[in-house]
C-alpha cells in the first residue's frame, strides 16, 4: 500500500526554514560516507560508469551516506536499462512492421518513457534535480581562487 501526502521533511530543513514546532521527531540517520558498491552491479559496464560517475558527485553535494548503496546501485541499474532501449529504439526506429504488414509502435519506446520516469524519480532521493537540491536544501561548493582565499584570510 502506497504512502499517503507529501514526503516528510527532515528536521534540519525545518530548522533552517524556521518551521520547526514543538520536540523534533527522531530520525534514523546513517553516516557520510561512500558505500561500498554492490557484487551486481559490476556486470553491467554503463551501470558501473554511472556508480563512479555519481559518487563524486553525490559525495560534493553532501547526500551520500553509508546506507545509500542500495538505492544507488537501483539507479545505476535503472540508468543503464535506459540507455539499453534507447540504443534499441534508435536502430529499429518509433514503429516496428508486423508479419502481417502492419505497423505498430515500438515496445522499446514505451519501455523507456517508464525507466526515464524511474530514473528520474531515483534522482530527486540523491538531490539530482534543481528542484530537488532546492527541497533538500543542498548546495554544491564552488573552489575559490587563490586571491579570494588570501583576501578571505587577511581581509
Not at 502506497?2 to 527532515?10: E, M, Q, S, W, Y
Not at 521527531?25 to 553491467?44: H, Q, T, W, Y
Not at 508486423?98 to 523507456?112: E, F, I, Q, W
Not at 532521493?125 to 583576501?151: H, M, N, Y
Amino acid at each position: 500500500m502506497a504512502t499517503r501526502g507529501r514526503k516528510p521533511k527532515p528536521n534540519a530543513l525545518k530548522v533552517f526554514l524556521g518551521t520547526a514546532k514543538g520536540q523534533p521527531k527522531r530520525e534514523p540517520a546513517a553516516p557520510i560516507g561512500v558505500p561500498p558498491m554492490p557484487e551486481r552491479l559490476k556486470a553491467d559496464t554503463n551501470a558501473t560508469a554511472k556508480w563512479a560517475e555519481l559518487v563524486p558527485l553525490l559525495q560534493m553535494i553532501g547526500t551520500l551516506t553509508t546506507g545509500d548503496g542500495e538505492c544507488l546501485a537501483t539507479l545505476c541499474e535503472v540508468y543503464a536499462a535506459a540507455q539499453t532501449c534507447l540504443l534499441e529504439l534508435r536502430a529499429t526506429g518509433p514503429v516496428i512492421h508486423t508479419d502481417l504488414g502492419g505497423v505498430k509502435p515500438n515496445p522499446a519506446g514505451s519501455l523507456y518513457r517508464g525507466l526515464v520516469s524511474l530514473q528520474l524519480s531515483l534522482m530527486t532521493e540523491f538531490g539530482l534535480s534543481p528542484s530537488s537540491r532546492v527541497r533538500l536544501g543542498t548546495k554544491i561548493e564552488t573552489p575559490q581562487d587563490d586571491l579570494a582565499d588570501f583576501t578571505a584570510m587577511h581581509g
